[in-house]
């Protein structure tokens, strides 16, 4: 057994393997962050934002060569690959500060992160789901 304290919420903000004023006993598989429920203690569900939030997280970084060879491996629904796709909408964007970024970041960047907006937005450009991407994405990093 050990012993924790709880927060106003019933929340465990800490634990000690001592009986002090203002902590309870409990087992020692109690960790902090835990809530009490009833007479045991549960870890606290997570929010929609929380969960999609830990999936981005888990979708690994990949090399630009695993990026272009995963959407040139994948067919567009209008016909080609989703590379041809990419590079149309990359080459449709008016001239400026935002095309110069977007084709710097696209020839350039070593590694592709789901979470860069250059990714986001060109993904909404071709037709590409939330879902998909992730796919895209693994696909990529089994390359």
């Given amino acids: 057994m050990k012993f924790i304290k709880l927060d ?3 929340v ?11 902590f309870i006993e409990a087992p020692d598989s ?8 009833g007479d045991g203690y549960a870890v606290p569900a997570k929010t929609a934002e929380e969960i999609e939030a830990a999936e981005l997280a888990a979708i690994p970084i990949i090399a630009a060569w695993q990026a272009k060879a995963a959407l040139a491996l994948t067919e567009h ?4 690959n989703y590379l ?3 590079e149309a909408a990359l080459a449709s ?3 400026g500060v ?3 970024v ?4 696209w020839q350039n960047n070593s590694n592709f992160n789901i979470r860069e907006p250059i990714i986001q937005q060109l993904a909404g450009a071709i037709g590409i789901s939330e879902t998909q991407l992730k796919q895209l994405f693994q696909l990529g990093a089994s390359l």
């Fill in 12 to 22: 465990v903000i800490q634990s000690q393997p001592n009986a002090q004023e203002g």
């Fill in 77 to 80: 629904p209008d016909g080609g």
């Fill in 98 to 100: 935002e095309k110069i």
């Fill in 102 to 105: 977007a084709m710097s970041k």
């Fill in 84 to 86: 041809q796709a990419a």
């Fill in 93 to 95: 964007l008016p001239s």
């Fill in 30 to 37: 109690v960790i902090a962050g835990m809530v009490r429920v």
């Fill in 8 to 10: 106003e919420n019933g």
